[in-house]
Nanobody
């Protein structure tokens, strides 16, 4: 059972930056698409960004141009660099691992494509 541990959340002013990190416990990390989702209070969890085993990236329209996802397969980590943060970016951010190896998506992946989840890290953005 893979373990995903997020870190890096916190409080930031609007317009600021924050980097989230997710550490995975399994040796086959490099084979999987890794993703970030978020859930704000009273809202459903939504896709933020993903990166597949080949380095292809996917972004929600709401974060395109502001957020950057990257991975370090040597360290089994996936990062989410978040710039120009807005109050509406405030949420609990979850790291997720795909259900299958070597996936490629023609559009953004859905929550159902991911079978392993971290506990989440809170991001608060003050106006």
């Amino acid at each position: 059972q893979v373990q995903l541990v997020e870190s890096g959340g916190g409080l930031v002013q609007a317009g600021g930056s924050l980097t989230l990190s997710c550490a995975a416990s399994e040796r086959t990390f490099s084979r999987y698409t890794m993703g970030w989702f978020r859930q704000a209070p009273g809202k459903e969890r939504e896709f933020v960004a993903a990166i597949n085993s080949g380095g292809s990236t996917y972004y929600a329209d709401s974060v395109k141009g502001r957020f950057t996802i990257s991975r370090d397969n040597a360290k089994n980590t996936v990062n989410l660099q978040m710039n120009i943060l807005k109050p509406e970016d405030a949420a609990t951010y979850y790291c997720a691992r795909d259900n299958a190896y070597y996936t490629y998506y023609k559009t953004i992946p859905s929550e159902a494509d991911f079978g392993a989840w971290g506990q989440g890290t809170q991001v608060t953005v003050s106006p």
